[in-house]
Each structure stands twice: as C-alpha cells, then as structure tokens.
C-alpha cells in the first residue's frame, strides 16, 4: 500500500512540472506586442462577430487571446489606411443661392410668353436676320477690326461707319431698309468695352459691358479664316426668365438653318452672370475622335441693363437694371482718406455716421 501511493503521488508531482514548463514555453512574443501598444486605438460603439460590444476606453493589447488580437490589429491597421472620402469641393457655382426665377421651358406660361414676345416672328420663319454694326464717333483701329471681324463670324451682317449720326436717327433709317438688328461698339481708350444690342422694329435693347476681346492675329493655334457657311448656336446656361430672353435674342441674330458642311459653331456660355462667346470649327480625325478649333474672336460680356422698345435714354422703361453697390467703393474711398493724418479722425467720424444712416 505504502509502494502505490508513492508512486501516485510522484507521477502527479512529474505531470505538474510538465504543465509549468509548457506554459513557459508557450509564451506570446513581446515584439508584436509592443507593435499593438502602439496602435492602441479607442474603438468606440464597435461590435465584435458575436455581437458583444467594446467598453469606452479598449485597447487591442487587451486581448488575451492571441490569434484574435493579431486579427483584430490588422483589421485596425486596414481601417487606418483606407483614405478618407473625398469631399466635394467649394465652388461658386454649388454655393450659389439658388435662383428663384428659374423655369422649366415645358411650361404652359413660358410657352405663351414665347409665342407672343418681340421674337416671335423670327422663330415662326417670318423674318430672316440682318444685322448692321456700327461704332461710336470716331473709332480706332482695334474696334474697326472687331467689328469686321464680328461681321465675318455674323451671316447677312453689314458694317457701317457712325459718322456722329444719333441713334434716334439711325434706327429709322435701319427700319426703312430691312434690318432686324442694330449692334453698336462702343470704346474707351482704343479698347472695345461696350455694346448696345438693338431688336429691330419693336425692341428690345440690351446694353452689355465687353471685356477679355481677344482678335483673330492675337490667339495661338487658331484655324483659318471662317466661312461664309451659316454656323450652329449653342447657348447654355440660360435657364432664367431674363436668361430666356437672352438667349433669344442671341438666337435671333443668325439664320434658321445652320450649314453643317462649314462645321462652324458659334457658343454663348452663361456663367455666373458672365457670357463667354467663342467661334469653333469642328475637325473630324477619325470616324471616332473630333476635335475643335477656335477660329475667334473671343469675348466676354457681362448684361447691364434690358430696355422695353428700340433705344431711348431718357424716356426708355427698363425690365432689369445691374445693381451697383456703393460699398465697395466706400471702402476704397476710407482708403484713402485714412493715409491723411490730419483730417483722417474727423472724415473717419463723418464716414462712419454716414454708413449708419445708409443701413
């Protein structure tokens, strides 16, 4: 009896040791622990696969599973390296306000508009466009060539000099000989920087201020000289009321039926109140690839003021007028007046009560 307990109480003695030392041996590495301290990351609201949520403040070294906490680091270290999504840059045109007096052209009132407007009897094919050009007394050089060049780019288009004639006497004599359009380039220091569009007989009068005029001799790459073939007219971006009536009138100014064998095409591009024209031709590389060349001129026109009837400065009604704010140029004129040392504190005085009454 004595022999067998001996013996019992050895082999557990012996299978104790075994166990202490397989546990020595089988110790995690310190190396990827001290990886995972320092990835620990808070993982907040996170659910692992069996449902069971995470405390507040976890860390991966917590774990003491060892397969699930190498897991758990490289599905954090995946998440770390995915890029964030892109967001959707700030631009003018998606933090504009929207426009209240957008429409739909479908719609019934517009559609009646249309049909009874100043244009209805260019787009019903009752009257074919023609367009004479004149310029304000006594151009310069720069302003004759653009109206020559406007000329070219314009199908039925005639030019003719001023001569100081008024244009109370001008637009009679346009009348009695047939033309649709009067279009009037004004100039300030030998630069083109303005131009009165005229609907003939009834109106209306568009004035526009011109800006960026860039002349066929002064663009690079550009193509030959533009045909006498009648272009295409895209015009985009007019979606208002007054865009509509804009776009018309635009419309109006060339032939019914473009002539695609030209392949010119004349673009009026709407941007934040600014209009951009260019004049394309197209070229046909393959059955699959087109390309474009700009054949000028090019400008920019920016819409000042729209007159009910033909042009009439003092007694003309107005639809719409450019507002001007005079703020700006208060601030420029405070400007000035605070480089004075002397009268500065006294016209600051005045300026400031003079806001407050303007507000």
């Known amino acids: 009896m004595d022999s067998t307990k001996v013996t019992t109480s050895e082999s557990v003695s012996k299978k104790k040791g075994k ?14 622990v001290q990886e995972m301290e320092q990835a620990e990351i808070e993982v907040t609201e996170n659910k692992s696969e ?21 897991a758990m680091f490289l599905k954090l270290k995946e998440e770390k390296r995915k890029a ?3 967001e959707v840059p700030k631009t003018i045109e998606n933090q504009r306000i929207y426009d209240e007096t957008t429409v739909n052209p479908e719609d019934e009132e517009v559609a009646f ?17 023609k367009v004479l050009i004149t310029t304000s007394d006594r151009p310069r050089g720069r302003t004759v060539r653009f109206c020559e060049q406007l000329a070219t780019m314009i199908p039925h288009a005639h030019v003719y000099y001023r001569r100081g004639l008024a244009l109370k006497r001008v637009i009679p004599q346009c009348i009695s000989r047939g033309f649709t359009y009067l279009m009037v380039i004004n100039e300030d220091r030998k630069v083109p920087n303005g131009l ?8 209306p009068t568009a004035h526009f201020k011109v800006s960026s005029v860039r002349l066929r001799k002064e663009m690079k790459r550009r193509g030959k000289d533009p045909t006498e073939h009648v272009p295409e007219v895209i015009l985009n971006n007019f979606t208002t009321r007054l865009g509509h009536s804009i776009g018309r009138m635009f419309a109006a100014l060339f032939p019914h039926d473009p002539q695609f064998v030209g392949r010119q095409v004349a673009t009026f591009h709407n941007q934040r109140d600014f209009i951009f024209f260019r004049f394309h031709r197209y070229i046909f590389k393959n059955e699959k690839k087109v390309g474009i060349q700009e054949l000028g001129p090019r400008f920019t026109l920016k ?45 600051r005085w005045l300026m400031k009560l003079f806001l407050l009454y303007i507000m």
């Open 84 to 86: 964030p999504p892109k």
């Open 303 to 347: 819409l000042r003021s729209l007159q009910k009837g033909t042009f009439d400065s003092k007694f003309g009604e107005y639809e719409w007028v450019h507002k001007v704010s005079f703020i700006p140029l208060l601030n420029a004129y405070l400007c000035i007046i605070y480089s004075f040392n002397y009268l500065g504190k006294i016209f």
């Open 196 to 203: 009165v569009l005229c609907h003939l007989p009834d109106g």
């Open 113 to 129: 508009d249309e049909g009874t407007d100043e244009f209805s009897a260019y787009f019903n094919r009752l009257t074919n466009p």
């Open 19 to 32: 166990t202490k030392k397989l546990k020595q041996k089988i110790k995690p590495d310190e190396a990827p």
């Open 50 to 70: 069996s449902g069971a949520c995470f405390p507040p403040t976890f860390s991966v070294s917590e774990i003491k599973n060892k397969q699930r906490r190498h």
